[in-house]
């Protein structure tokens, strides 16, 4: 399979708003509300920021959301902030039972 | 507090095997799955598969097949992964997490290892 879709670099100023796409399938994002979007910071494990495409867990700041249409997904950050810079990944379950991941998305802050 | 902690660093020759441990504390190991993420230098996050520690009972991701063997102690509350046949390009960190409580949302995953470093090379 192959991976989800996403924009391979996004930026933004401090205070501003960005937002993330992860396109896939219906036999993935399209199929199920399966969907998560995790931060990952260089040399770091990755740290879950939504799940359930909009679900947030305890501790992670209310500036992220998330929200799906169809086969494609988004977070959106907004009030961006320097400790927002960063990778962040999708990941949806899919048909097989098994886990799919975007590509990946780098974003900076101006 | 949940924590996963690996074991280290591994560097092996192709066509050898490698073992990576990962040790849970903080809940009950047999009652959240486990997953095993692996992450090439430089590159994104690729999903290996996914453990019951209950049943014992793996799904893996196509491409592994028979080349990747998920398995558990739970009398320690340790998952395993076994990678054989070990090419060049299974250079990667390979990170063990938690998944949800078992029968949940098969793809989510909310605590992370430190990742442990499998270096392939002659």
């Known amino acids: 399979q192959s991976a989800l879709t996403q924009p391979a670099s996004v930026s933004g100023s401090p205070g501003q708003s960005i937002t993330i796409s992860c396109t896939g399938t219906?036999?993935?994002?399209?199929?199920?509300?399966?969907v998560s979007w995790y931060q990952q910071h260089s040399g770091k494990a990755p740290k879950l920021m939504i799940y359930e495409v909009n679900a947030r867990p305890s501790g992670v700041s209310n500036r992220f959301s998330g929200s799906k249409s169809g086969i494609v997904a988004s977070l959106t950050i907004s009030g961006l902030q320097a400790e927002d810079e960063g990778d962040y990944y999708c990941s949806s379950y899919t048909s097989d039972s098994t886990v799919l991941f975007g590509g990946g998305t780098r974003l900076t802050v101006l | 507090q949940v924590q996963l902690v690996q074991s280290g660093a591994e560097v092996k020759k192709p066509g050898a095997s490698v073992k990576v441990s990962c040790k849970a504390s903080g809940y009950t190991f047999s009652d959240y799955y486990i997953h095993w993420v692996r992450q090439a230098p430089g590159q994104g996050l690729e999903w290996m598969g996914r453990l019951n520690p209950h049943s014992g009972a793996a799904d893996n991701e196509q491409r592994f097949l028979g080349r990747v063997t998920l398995t558990r102690d739970t009398s320690i509350s340790t998952a395993l992964l076994e990678v054989s046949s070990l090419r060049s390009d299974d250079t990667a960190m390979y990170f063990c997490?938690?998944?949800?409580?078992?029968?949940?949302?098969?793809?989510?995953?909310?605590?992370w290892g430190q990742g442990s470093l499998v270096i392939v090379s002659s």
């Open positions: 997490s938690r998944g949800s409580r078992l029968y949940g949302d098969l793809s989510l995953i909310d605590y």
């Open positions: 219906s036999s993935d994002v399209g199929g199920y509300d399966f």
